[in-house]
């Protein structure tokens, strides 16, 4: 009796052989034991192999492409706060700066006239107004 | 407005919102095919570690390329056929040096000499442990086997979707499956004897 070939028998239990052929083999693993033990084992071992797939973690993974896709509000709020902590800040900054600033040329600008109405003017130069005072 | 329902939903109406823009029904894509991308892309890379790094590849890959996705046609097939393509894109691109190259296979006849020697299935496939000995056992497998055979075996294509797939003759899918599952057959025998020996030593 003609055993089928180990690869035939593989092609058979995938049903990749041609149809006379499969008919060929089935025929003869109806009468023969052998054959028949080691298509059952070929048909245990796939089977094995498809029960070695793991399970994952779904939930992780999933969470973990979509940050990827599309980041989370509370970070994207984050970024947002502090950039307009930072123009706030800014803002707030400039415009105590001006104020003090305009605040000080002010005083000075008092006190220069202060100085002026105090004293006579003798004459003036080219690095500002220079006067000679006379202790009224 | 009526509100969406996600879970339970069909990919066609997943795939349609998704394409809109929404991406709830993404996620629930994600979650509906995750664990087959994973496992098939670690079995191409090797690694669990490197299958979930390029599973999340493939599925952002996905989202940007979604509007593309012709609705009449069946989802997974597209999402396997990516993540095939760029786990292969991979490997490529990193040029590992391996005696045998992902593009010029050598189909060697196994390289240790064993008796045939038959276990029953009940001897061997009833044991506990025998999903951890398989999972061992195929990634010793040359990675041409494994994947070959993991296609056909777990994602269950054709010889000829396989060929498709891998970009190889009918011919060569057969050749890799049948040496797949001869080296398989001859490592267990080869596990289960060793086990026997060690038994009978005391």
């Known amino acids: 009796m003609k055993h089928p070939r180990f690869e035939d028998l593989s092609a058979f239990i995938d049903g990749e ?13 109806d009468v023969c034991k052998e054959c028949r033990d080691r298509v059952e084992f ?6 094995g192999i498809r029960e070695t797939q793991e399970k994952w973690d779904v939930d992780r993974f999933t969470s973990e492409v979509m940050e990827r896709i599309h980041p989370p509000v509370g970070r994207r709020n984050l970024i947002l706060k502090v950039a307009t902590i930072g123009i706030a800040a800014s803002i707030i900054f400039g415009f105590a700066f001006t104020n003090i600033r305009d605040s000080y040329r002010e005083n000075l600008n008092k006190e220069k006239y202060q100085l002026i109405t105090q004293h006579q003017i003798i004459s003036s130069g080219d690095m500002g107004i220079i006067f000679i005072s006379e202790r009224k | 407005m009526k509100l969406r329902r ?8 997943l795939i349609l919102w ?6 709830k029904a993404f996620e629930e894509l994600v979650k509906r095919y995750s664990n087959q ?3 098939l892309s670690s079995q191409i890379m090797g690694s669990s570690d490197e299958g979930w790094d390029m599973a999340q590849e493939v599925f952002i890959s996905v989202w940007k390329n979604i509007k593309s996705f012709d609705r009449d046609k069946n989802f997974y097939p597209w999402i396997r056929k990516i993540t ?4 292969y894109e991979e490997l490529r691109r990193r040029k590992r040096e391996r005696t045998i190259s992902l593009d010029n296979v050598e189909d060697n006849e196994p390289s240790v000499d ?6 029953s ?3 061997i496939f009833d044991k506990k442990e025998i999903n951890e000995v398989l999972a061992t056992l195929i990634n010793t497998l040359p990675e041409h086997y494994r994947i070959t055979l993991w296609l056909r075996v777990v994602e269950d294509l054709s010889y000829e979707e396989i060929a498709q797939q891998l970009n190889i003759n009918i011919g060569t899918v057969k050749s890799r499956i049948n040496m797949a599952r001869k080296l398989m057959k001859e490592k267990l025998s080869m596990y289960y004897m060793e086990e026997k020996d060690e038994t009978s030593s005391f």
Do not use: F
């Not at chain 2, 996600?6 to 109406?13: M, R, V």
């Not at chain 2, 095939?84 to 786990?87: K, V």
């Open chain 2, 37 to 39: 991308v994973i496992n």
């Open chain 2, 121 to 123: 299935p009940e001897e």
């Open chain 1, 42 to 47: 070929l048909l245990a071992l796939d089977k």
């Open chain 2, 6 to 13: 996600y879970e339970g939903q069909e990919d066609k109406d």
């Open chain 2, 18 to 23: 998704a394409q809109e823009g929404d991406e």
């Open chain 2, 114 to 119: 064993l008796p045939d020697i038959t276990y």
């Open chain 2, 84 to 87: 095939i393509n760029a786990c």
């Open chain 1, 17 to 29: 052989l041609q149809d006379e052929e499969m008919m060929e083999v089935k025929a003869h693993i």
